[in-house]
């Protein structure tokens, strides 16, 4: 096929028409995303802006595919209502003439969206996790600056500074409570500290996958058996075995403060996070064990039987490998519906544009909203819920993982089909 003065026309307006609603569409989800996220983690004006380049990759799956509807139903329809589609007739020419250029972009960018959606978007959703993390740490010396203080009732350490330089806490004070004991009926729950650490300076390291931070003390003393000064408060019970007060220096230290539970993140790399190469490794470990753990739990088990030693036999690891079974066959599903999401997905975009294109020019009006809702609401109650719907199926094992996600396209393909043939044969 020749690309000619109408072809570069159509894909021109089609591009335009394109970019124009991927930038708005993706502008609103983006800010969208992002302010969530803002608000449930208290992300600020620096930590928001350093997230939007991450978040917007992983968004494309979900704009591009509307964006084309939308591109397409705008210009086919314009140009059946101008006429510009009879007078393509007219010349002698067929309507693959208009449409096959948006048919080559349709397919051009899904095969970009099946790249991005197996590396690059992986590798944003990665840096973006990165980024959040790095936003928690800010927000703890956030807090620590402000409130020269930090204590959670389930954090074992209560953290006071006088200031705070950059991450270098200065006259860092560190008081430990102690284990909390059975409350005896009639005496009031201990409220002293069995340590406290008096520092010139201390930084902080965060150990997020151990949740931990390692803190770095300097010029640093401690004294065991920190109770408040003066005689006994009415009601309170003094245990002699208690330690009194010992105290000594320790310098170039570092202690271990265990996370408090609001700032614990699962660090495990989510399959979100994992590139195609990363989920390939992943489902051969389970197909392995799949095909070989049962079978060799079997076949010791026989060989001890045969032997006459039955009681030599792992009945509880053999037992376990027919139990691990199904988790194993879950977790390989997982990453194959992963996979087939991401492509089918990404495919989707040819699918939308091969459905909106006739669809644009049997409505050939210029009110482009009516075609583009036409397509749009059909899409929205059929194709995403088969997506989502066979993301589910395919987990649980019910369907292949490519037949449950590829359902969506094939129903659009077929609407596609029986809406264009009436507009080829006029």
């Known amino acids: 096929m020749r690309f000619g003065i109408l072809q570069r026309y159509v894909s021109g307006e089609v591009l335009r028409s394109f970019l124009l609603a991927l930038l708005t569409i993706t502008i609103v989800f983006v800010l969208f995303i992002v302010m969530t996220e803002a608000t449930r983690n208290g992300l600020?004006?620096?930590?928001?802006?350093?997230?939007?380049?991450?978040?917007?990759?992983?968004?494309?799956?979900?704009?591009?595919?509307?964006?084309?509807l939308f591109a397409v139903t705008v210009v086919y329809g314009r140009l059946a209502g101008d006429n510009e589609v009879i007078a393509v007739k007219t010349a002698g020419l067929s309507v693959w003439a208009v449409l096959w250029p948006s048919m080559s972009l349709g397919l051009v960018i899904s095969a970009a969206l099946v790249f991005s959606s197996q590396y690059a978007i992986p590798m944003a959703n990665t840096l973006a996790f990165r980024t959040m993390v790095k936003s928690y740490e800010d927000a703890f010396y956030k807090l620590l600056k402000k409130e020269r203080e930090f204590r959670t009732p389930d954090s074992p350490f209560v953290?006071?500074?006088?200031?705070?330089?950059?991450?270098?806490?200065?006259?860092?004070?560190?008081?430990?409570?102690?284990?909390?004991?059975?409350?005896?009926?009639?005496?009031?729950?201990?409220?002293?500290?069995?340590?406290?650490?008096?520092?010139?300076?201390?930084?902080?390291?965060?150990?997020?996958?151990?949740?931990?931070?390692?803190?770095?003390?300097?010029?640093?003393?401690?004294?065991?058996?920190?109770?408040?000064?003066?005689p006994p408060k009415p009601g309170e019970t003094v245990n002699p075995e208690e330690p009194q007060?010992?105290?000594?220096?320790?310098?170039?230290?570092?202690?271990?403060?265990?996370?408090?539970?609001?700032?614990?993140?699962?660090?495990?790399?989510?399959?979100?996070?994992?590139?195609?190469?990363?989920?390939?490794?992943?489902?051969?470990?389970?197909?392995?064990?799949?095909?070989?753990?049962?079978?060799?739990?079997?076949?010791?088990?026989?060989?001890?039987?045969?032997?006459?030693?039955?009681?030599?036999?792992?009945?509880?690891?053999?037992?376990?490998?027919?139990?691990?079974y199904r988790f194993w066959e879950q977790k390989w599903n997982e990453f194959e519906t992963e996979k087939q999401m991401r492509t089918a997905m990404a495919c989707g975009s040819f699918f939308f544009v091969f459905l909106g294109s006739p669809v644009g020019i049997r409505f050939a009006r210029r009110d482009?909203?009516?075609?583009?809702?036409?397509?749009?609401?059909?899409?929205?109650?059929?194709?995403?819920?088969?997506?989502?719907?066979?993301?589910?199926?395919?987990?649980?094992?019910?369907?292949?993982?490519?037949?449950?996600?590829?359902?969506?396209?094939?129903?659009?393909?077929?609407?596609?089909?029986?809406?264009?043939?009436?507009?080829?044969?006029?």
């Open 368 to 426: 482009f909203l009516s075609a583009f809702i036409t397509c749009f609401v059909p899409i929205i109650i059929i194709y995403y819920p088969l997506m989502l719907g066979g993301v589910n199926i395919s987990k649980d094992g019910l369907l292949h993982p490519v037949l449950a996600l590829w359902m969506g396209n094939i129903v659009l393909f077929v609407l596609a089909f029986l809406t264009l043939r009436p507009v080829i044969r006029h």
């Open 44 to 68: 600020g004006p620096r930590d928001i802006l350093a997230l939007i380049p991450f978040v917007v990759p992983g968004s494309l799956p979900y704009t591009v595919p509307v964006s084309l």
């Open 159 to 230: 953290i006071q500074i006088k200031d705070l330089d950059g991450h270098t806490m200065i006259g860092a004070i560190f008081k430990h409570r102690p284990p909390k004991r059975p409350i005896v009926p009639g005496e009031p729950e201990p409220t002293y500290f069995d340590k406290v650490i008096q520092a010139k300076t201390a930084t902080i390291e965060f150990d997020l996958p151990n949740d931990v931070m390692h803190v770095k003390l300097d010029g640093a003393d401690i004294s065991d058996g920190a109770k408040p000064p003066g």
């Open 245 to 324: 007060g010992s105290s000594f220096v320790i310098n170039d230290s570092t202690i271990d403060v265990p996370l408090p539970r609001e700032f614990k993140r699962p660090m495990d790399k989510r399959i979100q996070q994992m590139t195609n190469s990363e989920i390939d490794i992943k489902q051969r470990e389970f197909r392995d064990k799949l095909l070989f753990e049962r079978k060799r739990q079997a076949y010791s088990a026989g060989l001890w039987i045969g032997s006459g030693l039955p009681q030599r036999v792992d009945w509880p690891g053999f037992q376990t490998a027919f139990i691990d």
